[in-house]
């Protein structure tokens, strides 16, 4: 399971169902230990809270047994060991392995060397499947559908990893339209928005939120790094332009745009928007385990429930 | 070969003739062949000849040598409309195009510095998906970077 174009819209469904119904385990408190006879490797190569303690909760939700090293032990292990070998010592000792890395492709070259399927939990700048599952999940279950929306997805565009799998995600649906809303520094690389064009996406970039707000009916927001900009006050012009404020929302936004955000978020969403209806980020966040429950459901113990 | 073409050079022997080179990319091949001239191998080299196909070309000929499956396929990724002659006895005993490999393992390098495939002590060979032969377009199957005729030109230029 290495990138979200691995998927047909046949198995995210498929996924999206399992998910619906891990869902209602979980407000039930009735969660059967599928999964007690199995060890789960979490290799976090690349620190990542969030996305770590969001597959360690469902694996345990299940039942299942966690290994892991420490972010100290990961710096060791990245110094003095080869990824290919610590990839080898993990599939010995679990039934499914969890990898992060810094390093683009990572996770592919770690599924050639195991036995063991291996998640990708993000790899380098471009694939986050999970992530993107999740973000896909989630405008269905707000939404009761993925098709015919109007989408803006906005932010860094370049190095967002977590835009692009979405991006990439969305092309096993049929968005009505697509906008890419970024600064001129920012702007998707020309390769993926060359995949995203062949594979059938409509897409517009701009640089501007506020001409097409109102057709809005996603608003996925990521963050704008101060790091990626040569020049600081380029950074400081560009920031305040893309906040989303709750003044803003009500003034332009339909009523029942929803927001996501893979989050963490600093502050390119002020803090009153969160107490609107608008808010859907952490909904999202929340919707990660079960959605994650389903996904070590199917690959370890295939469809059948 | 035509008869004008035969005014360059005298034919060989036994070895191998390639033609429809790329106008300036001879030299290349013979770099990528590991052919600097120390080998004492008998080398002729046609450079912008005219060429119904190309409009110019280059000829490579050498003396002594055979090419084994690696050359060619090196070969076949910067002069991807090359055909290969294997002389024997100042016959044409064998002729066949180049064809790039539909993936092509070990031979050029990722361009992009984050690619596992360049994470030093790995035991990870480069590997690349064929996604257009003319000009020649590869795609790392690790991190999707593409990369171009141009860039493996100055690749397999610069690494030898
Ligand atoms: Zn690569």
């Given at each position: 399971?290495?990138?979200?174009?691995?998927?047909?819209?046949?198995?995210?469904?498929?996924?999206?169902?399992?998910?619906?119904?891990?869902?209602?385990?979980?407000?039930?408190?009735?969660?059967?230990?599928?999964?007690?006879?199995?060890?789960?490797?979490?290799?976090?190569?690349?620190?990542?809270?969030?996305?770590?303690?969001?597959?360690?909760?469902?694996?345990?939700?299940?039942?299942?047994?966690?290994?892991?090293?420490?972010?100290?032990?990961?710096?060791?292990?990245?110094?003095?060991?080869?990824?290919?070998?610590?990839?080898?010592?993990?599939?010995?000792?679990?039934?499914?392995?969890?990898?992060?890395?810094?390093?683009?492709?990572?996770?592919?070259?770690?599924?050639?060397?195991?036995?063991?399927?291996?998640?990708?939990?993000?790899?380098?700048?471009?694939?986050?499947?999970?992530?993107?599952?999740?973000?896909?999940?989630?405008?269905?279950?707000?939404?009761?559908?993925?098709?015919?929306?109007?989408?803006?997805?906005?932010?860094?565009?370049?190095?967002?990893?977590?835009?692009?799998?979405?991006?990439?995600?969305?092309?096993?649906?049929?968005?009505?339209?697509?906008?890419?809303?970024?600064?001129?520094?920012?702007?998707?690389?020309?390769?993926?928005?060359?995949?995203?064009?062949?594979?059938?996406?409509?897409?517009?970039?701009?640089?501007?939120?506020?001409?097409?707000?109102?057709?809005?009916?996603?608003?996925?927001?990521?963050?704008?790094?101060?790091?990626?900009?040569?020049?600081?006050?380029?950074?400081?012009?560009?920031?305040?332009?893309?906040?989303?404020?709750?003044?803003?929302?009500?003034?332009?936004?339909?009523?029942?745009?929803?927001?996501?955000?893979?989050?963490?978020?600093?502050?390119?969403?002020?803090?009153?928007?969160?107490?609107?209806?608008?808010?859907?980020y952490f909904t999202q966040a929340r919707l990660g385990v079960p959605l994650r429950m389903a996904l070590l459901k199917l690959i370890l113990l295939g469809g059948?429930? | 070969?035509?008869?004008?073409?035969?005014?360059?050079?005298?034919?060989?022997?036994?070895?191998?003739?390639?033609?429809?080179?790329?106008?300036?990319?001879?030299?290349?091949?013979?770099?990528?062949?590991?052919?600097?001239?120390?080998?004492?191998?008998?080398?002729?080299?046609?450079?912008?000849?005219?060429?119904?196909?190309?409009?110019?070309?280059?000829?490579?000929?050498?003396?002594?040598?055979?090419?084994?499956?690696?050359?060619?396929?090196?070969?076949?990724?910067?002069?991807?409309?090359?055909?290969?002659?294997?002389?024997?006895?100042?016959?044409?005993?064998?002729?066949?195009?180049?064809?790039?490999?539909?993936?092509?393992?070990?031979?050029?390098?990722?361009?992009?510095?984050?690619?596992?495939?360049?994470?030093?002590?790995?035991?990870?060979?480069?590997?690349?998906?064929?996604?257009?032969?003319?000009?020649?377009?590869?795609?790392?199957?690790?991190?999707?970077?593409?990369?171009?005729?141009?860039?493996?030109?100055?690749?397999?230029?610069?690494?030898?």
């Amino acid at each position: 399971m290495i990138s979200i174009l691995d998927f047909t819209r046949d198995d995210l469904e498929k996924l999206f169902e399992e998910t619906d119904n891990m869902r209602k385990r979980l407000d039930e408190g009735n969660v059967p230990k599928i999964l007690s006879n199995s060890i789960i490797a979490l290799a976090f190569f690349e620190p990542s809270t969030r996305t770590r303690m969001s597959f360690e909760t469902a694996a345990k939700r299940l039942g299942a047994n966690t290994i892991s090293f420490t972010s100290e032990e990961a710096i060791s292990v990245s110094k003095g060991e080869s990824f290919a070998d610590t990839i080898r010592m993990l599939d010995g000792y679990s039934d499914l392995i969890i990898v992060r890395h810094k390093y683009e492709g990572a996770a592919l070259f770690a599924a050639e060397i195991a036995k063991a399927p291996v998640i990708n939990a993000g790899d380098g700048k471009q694939h986050h499947p999970t992530q993107a599952m999740l973000d896909l999940y989630t405008i269905r279950y707000l939404k009761g559908t993925v098709d015919d929306l109007v989408i803006g997805v906005l932010g860094d565009l370049k190095y967002g990893r977590a835009a692009a799998s979405f991006l990439l995600g969305l092309t096993h649906f049929r968005p009505r339209r697509i906008y890419l809303i970024s600064p001129q520094e920012l702007k998707l690389r020309p390769e993926i928005k060359e995949l995203l064009m062949e594979r059938g996406l409509n897409i517009k970039e701009l640089n501007s939120l506020v001409d097409v707000l109102p057709e809005l009916d996603i608003l996925y927001v990521t963050r704008i790094q101060k790091e990626r900009f040569p020049d600081l006050r380029e950074y400081e012009k560009v920031k305040g332009s893309y906040r989303i404020s709750s003044k803003l929302l009500f003034s332009l936004a339909k009523k029942d745009l929803k927001i996501l955000h893979p989050l963490p978020r600093v502050d390119e969403i002020s803090y009153d928007v969160d107490s609107t209806s608008f808010a859907a980020y952490f909904t999202q966040a929340r919707l990660g385990v079960p959605l994650r429950m389903a996904l070590l459901k199917l690959i370890l113990l295939g469809g059948e429930s | 070969m035509n008869a004008r073409e035969g005014l360059y050079v005298r034919k060989i022997k036994n070895g191998t003739v390639i033609d429809h080179i790329p106008a300036g990319r001879a030299l290349t091949v013979l770099r990528i062949l590991g052919i600097s001239g120390k080998e004492g191998l008998r080398v002729a080299i046609v450079m912008n000849v005219e060429s119904s196909r190309l409009g110019l070309k280059d000829i490579v000929k050498i003396e002594g040598k055979y090419l084994n499956e690696e050359d060619v396929n090196k070969i076949s990724l910067i002069a991807p409309l090359a055909t290969v002659n294997v002389i024997k006895d100042y016959e044409v005993v064998k002729k066949f195009k180049v064809k790039p490999p539909k993936i092509v393992e070990g031979i050029i390098r990722c361009p992009n510095p984050t690619c596992i495939s360049r994470k030093s002590r790995e035991p990870i060979k480069p590997k690349f998906r064929l996604v257009s032969t003319n000009p020649i377009k590869l795609q790392c199957i690790y991190c999707g970077s593409i990369i171009s005729e141009n860039e493996i030109v100055e690749q397999l230029t610069s690494l030898r």
